[in-house]
């Protein structure tokens, strides 16, 4: 073959987004060649970081074709891994049950498509034959259905194990990114497949591929216990002569009555009253309940004003531009919620800058965590990464949504010093 090369392991890598999870594998010497992903901002990250990889940008059902054909024409080797990580938001459970009983009418119910990008990454798996697989997702994707190249519904695990099992062993775990030395509690799927003969043995005899947990967990004060102080108001939100991407987004005055007045693991939504002449702390406090219909609903009384002195009380509210009149603002005791020093973080998402979201707010500090502090919890400040392209700083955004969408360094460095080990 024409400009054939020959690589000890090489790597491709599947929805790649800005290339975080090939950190882990770069850490072993295992060389990413090939990248995919369909957002050119992620995709140039990507290629700035892997400057020796053929990015292929587009969807992977167009890019397909082009990614076989490319490494065929390249490498006389199979590769020895790939690693694919697509989407998780049309991952759920929720209302399978009813999309079977509608295939089941020979009505055709409503799917996400995304969750079908499965099956082009599985048909370069099949065409190109790496020595290991490494698939990653959200738990709920071993409840997750999908309509296969037939149109005919099945489960999306074992879609996978019906076109890979004859060739390859291995089977999904469920993990915590905490049981690994992440600060962090990330649950997700990850499915380790292999066709190397010295590692099955060894799953036949353990019955996994997967690396054994590590002890104990890390906590946010282990983590960022140590950095500099910030607050969400202007003047404040930045660490002076500290790495600039320790910095957080600036916060309205009525924002920061809620929160400088919220406890440690505690949320807004149930602060007490801090009139001094009242302090009254047996408000009621704000919650959820199922309804006659199971159905989980927000209690609907959650005073706003004090039952005692009749104060504001410092919890999230909305206000009538026309009026003035404060109203609770719609939303679970999650929302404006500090995380806790003593435990490893909450999952970081591409909302983790955003004080409403779920359990994001640092544990005394009036602000949401730093873009910093986000590389440190997802194990991406232990890796060599570079966030600047051609001298310049990406943006803030592209940075937040890298760090919240990744799949943990940490954690495909574990597996592939796992996987090697076990191919030996």
Request: charged share 25%; proline share 6%; aromatic share 8%.
């Amino acid at each position: 073959m024409i400009g054939e090369k020959t690589l000890k392991r090489n790597a491709i890598s599947l929805f790649s987004s800005s290339g975080i999870g090939d950190l882990g594998l770069k850490a072993n010497d295992i060389t990413t060649i090939i990248g995919c992903d369909i957002l050119p901002e992620r995709m140039n990250l990507f290629q700035h970081n892997y400057p020796e990889a053929k990015c292929f940008c587009g969807n992977i059902w167009d890019e397909k074709k082009k990614i076989i054909d490319y490494y065929r024409s390249i490498y006389k080797e199979e590769p020895f891994l790939i690693l694919a990580t697509p989407p998780c938001q049309g991952m759920s459970s929720n209302g399978m049950g009813k999309m079977l009983s509608d295939y089941r009418k020979g009505l055709r119910p409503k799917m996400d498509e995304r969750n079908r990008l499965i099956i082009p990454a599985i048909e370069i798996i099949k065409a190109l034959k790496p020595e290991w697989v490494i698939l990653e997702n959200v738990t709920n994707m071993v409840n997750t259905l999908i309509f296969d190249e037939n149109e005919e519904l099945i489960n999306i695990i074992d879609y996978i194990m019906r076109e890979l099992g004859k060739d390859y062993f291995g089977k999904p775990v469920a993990i915590d990114t905490a049981d690994y030395g992440i600060p962090q509690h990330r649950k997700r799927l990850v499915t380790v497949l292999s066709r190397n003969e010295h590692a099955k043995k060894q799953y036949l005899k353990n019955g996994s591929l997967f690396p054994e947990a590590t002890q104990p967990w890390i906590t946010l004060r282990e983590a960022i216990g140590n950095l500099p102080s910030l607050r969400a108001e202007k003047g404040k939100n930045k660490a002076t002569g500290y790495d600039g991407l320790h910095k957080v987004p600036l916060l309205d005055a009525k924002k920061l009555f809620w929160i400088d007045n919220t406890p440690e693991g505690a949320s807004a939504f149930n602060n007490q009253c801090v009139n001094p002449a009242c302090r009254f702390q047996g408000n009621k406090i704000h919650g959820a309940s199922h309804d006659k219909n199971g159905i989980n609903k927000l209690h609907t009384d959650t005073p706003l004003y004090c039952e005692k002195c009749g104060a504001l009380l410092p919890r999230p509210w909305v206000e009538d531009k026309k009026t003035g009149e404060k109203r609770l603002m719609k939303g679970f005791v999650s929302a404006y919620k500090r995380m806790n020093w003593d435990e490893p973080a909450s999952t970081l998402t591409q909302n983790f800058q955003y004080a409403c979201s779920d359990n994001k707010l640092h544990p005394d500090q009036s602000r949401v965590l730093s873009l910093y502090e986000g590389l440190i919890i997802q194990s991406i400040a232990s890796y060599p990464f570079s966030f600047t392209i051609d001298g310049k700083l990406v943006s803030d955004g592209l940075i937040r949504d890298t760090i919240g969408e990744s799949f943990p360094p940490r954690i495909t460095d574990l597996i592939c010093k796992h996987i090697i080990e076990l191919s030996k």
